[in-house]
């Protein structure tokens, strides 16, 4: 064997001895940031011993950037219980008060030895607290949502109920406006949601199909299954959503200029979207000025 080979062979078994090495040095180091990780997922991160290393100066890098994330996520949920209990408190004092007023002004219109003048006064009375009320418990519900306080359950149950308890609940309002309701489900159709909030999302978008009808104008509500979705549809025969319009509808305290005279504050819609939003779900709107609008809610199906 020449002296030529003798030295190839043996710079190629230097280098095998190198990569070796190398391969070695980066196991111990991916087994040391596994370690770092690991002890972080516990909350037990622990100070890398400083040794001039690659694998000290970033496992202390890791560390000090785990410790920065730590502080900042106890600080966020700090300042969430600060507000969760902020409203809760809100919520408490004012229900009380406000349960009063509608109580006594009740009692007072009961009495009926007012004159018309006082009648009128204690009606206005009852009126606005009422709006009171309903403008407190919006504002509730959306600092809940926008603080991560309201807790959203999804789970696999049927859609009929939902429509049916949301029905229900707007049942006066429809009546009152002599409403020509028409309801489409099958009964055995499933979709992920919770109850409780999605109801309050149909309702709020079924409000205000009821809002912006007719005395005497139709509504209805279908379903239909898709593979990753049920699609609820709510159509009503009111006056319609310009173009410009449909995506500021959405927005908390839009109030469209040729919707001035109903009774609202703007949340109803921004309240539906973002409960959807919180399951996996959305909602779309398709309008015409003069002919009506559908509302399409989208529930996820798992």
Request: proline share 2%; hydrophobic share 45%.
């Amino acid at each position: 064997m020449t002296a030529l080979a003798i030295a190839c062979a043996a710079l190629f078994l230097a280098a095998l001895g190198y990569i070796f090495m190398l391969r070695r040095q980066q196991q111990r180091l991916f087994e040391k940031l596994g370690r770092l990780f690991d002890d972080a997922a516990r909350g037990d991160a622990k100070t890398v011993p400083y040794d001039e290393s690659v694998a000290s100066a970033l496992g202390d890098k890791i560390i000090r950037y785990i410790s920065a994330s730590g502080e900042h996520l106890a600080g966020a949920q700090g300042e969430r219980d600060k507000i969760k209990a902020l409203i809760s408190d809100i919520s408490h004092q004012t229900r009380t008060p406000i349960a009063n007023i509608l109580l006594y002004s009740g009692l007072l219109l009961e009495h009926g030895g007012l004159d018309a003048a006082a009648a009128r006064m204690a009606g206005d009375i009852q009126a606005q607290a009422e709006k009171l009320r309903f403008l407190l418990e919006a504002l509730v519900k959306m600092s809940r949502l926008e603080t991560g306080v309201l807790a959203v359950e999804a789970r696999a149950q049927r859609v009929k109920p939902l429509i049916s308890a949301a029905v229900s609940e707007m049942y006066p309002a429809i009546a009152e406006k002599g409403i020509d309701l028409a309801v489409s489900a099958d009964e055995n159709l499933t979709a992920d949601f919770d109850m409780k909030w999605t109801k309050e999302a149909v309702c709020n978008i079924l409000d205000n199909a009821v809002k912006y009808s007719d005395a005497g104008g139709s509504v209805k509500i279908s379903a239909t299954a898709y593979e990753m979705f049920v699609r609820i549809d709510i159509a009503d025969s009111g006056a319609g959503i310009s173009p410009d319009e449909r995506a500021a509808i959405f927005r908390r305290f839009y109030r469209s200029p040729r919707a001035r005279e109903q009774e609202g504050i703007g949340v109803g819609l921004y309240l539906a979207r973002e409960i959807l939003a919180l399951q996996g779900g959305y909602v779309k709107v398709a309008s015409e000025l003069g002919r009506g609008s559908v509302f399409s809610v989208f529930l996820a199906r798992r």
